[in-house]
């Protein structure tokens, strides 16, 4: 890790301030996003003097490539050793407009895959750089599918819906950029377990009842997912989806490269 730069998304709090930290912690140089400058600026008062506090906002494509053009300064030609994907949201208003729904994708999946593609010159130039995407439990279950009339908000996909198309979606993603880069970097989706979080906090009353009452077991594979990005074993997890720190064998689509290649052709027409 040793300076090596990490962009993390999603900075400001829960799971992306934590990996930060523990980026940091081990040496890395960490460029820190999310919307709050205030919210970075504690993160960065952890992280050390060389951590870089950038404002974007991921449901706007310009804030994006804004954004990948300020990574691109901060390198100043230097590679780009990873990028942790750890922004998201979950809207459950459901009174919210569909082009209030339509954030939820567009932040949590389709702006992380517009800042990927948008810094792949600077992963590849770093030997083995890694993209590690935040996702949940949700990219184990079989059949979720994204629904991308959804996602263009020409239908009232809803919120939980939302977010589980997006965590499957990140597993898409993955593989995708596990084919496209050939060894030359890798990518991993990865469930942090439950943490305890403002997202966390918004959960409906059962969900959130449930995260309680597994709080106690779940909290050691929390304390994996932290530190997964900093585990050696998940260099050797390249490209798999990884839960728990063990690579998951069963994914949730049958490995049909043409429909995943389809998918995110038509997925690129929303970037
Ligand atoms: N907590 C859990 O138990 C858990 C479990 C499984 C998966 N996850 C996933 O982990 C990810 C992070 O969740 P968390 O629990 O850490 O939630 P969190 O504490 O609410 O953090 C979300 C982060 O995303 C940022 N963000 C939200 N909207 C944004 C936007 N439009 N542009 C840029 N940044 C934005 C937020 O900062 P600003 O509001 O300042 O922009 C914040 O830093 C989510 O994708 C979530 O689904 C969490």
Redo the contacts with the bound molecule.
């Keep these: 890790m040793k300076d090596s730069v990490w962009l993390v ?10 990996l930060a930290v523990a980026l940091a912690s081990s040496g890395a140089e960490v460029i820190l ?4 400058r205030q ?2 600026e504690d993160t960065a008062a952890w992280c050390g003097e060389r951590a870089l506090v950038a404002e ?5 494509p310009s ?1 994006v490539d804004s954004l990948a053009a300020v990574v691109r300064q901060r390198l100043a030609g230097r590679p780009l050793a990873g990028i942790l ?6 809207l459950w208003d459901s009174a919210a407009t569909p082009s209030g729904w339509s ?1 939820v994708p ?3 999946a389709v ?1 992380p895959w517009r800042l990927t593609l948008a810094l792949e010159p600077s992963l590849l130039a770093a030997p083995g750089a890694r993209v590690l995407f ?5 990219f184990t279950l079989n059949g979720v599918r994204p629904h991308l009339e959804y996602w263009k908000g020409a239908q009232n996909g809803k919120g939980m819906t939302l ?1 589980l198309e ?2 499957a979606a990140k597993v898409l993603m993955v593989r995708s950029l596990h084919r496209r880069w050939l060894g030359r970097a890798s990518a991993f989706a990865f ?10 906090d ?1 959960l409906p009353l059962p969900l959130s009842f449930l ?1 309680c009452v597994a709080q106690p077991f779940l909290s050691a594979r ?1 304390a994996n997912g932290e530190f997964l990005a900093l585990d050696a074993g998940a260099g050797v997890l390249s490209g798999q989806m990884v839960q728990n720190r063990r690579a998951v064998p069963n994914c949730p689509f049958p490995p049909d490269q043409a429909a995943e290649t389809a998918w995110l052709n038509e997925l690129e027409t929303l970037l």
């Design positions: 998304t999603g900075a400001g709090s829960g799971v992306g301030r934590t996003a999310a919307r709050t919210a970075l974007v906002d991921l449901a706007d804030s994907h750890a922004a998201g949201v979950m954030r567009l932040v949590n702006s935040v996702a949940g439990a949700a977010a997006a965590a469930h942090p377990g439950f943490v305890k979080s403002s997202l966390a918004g995260g929390c």
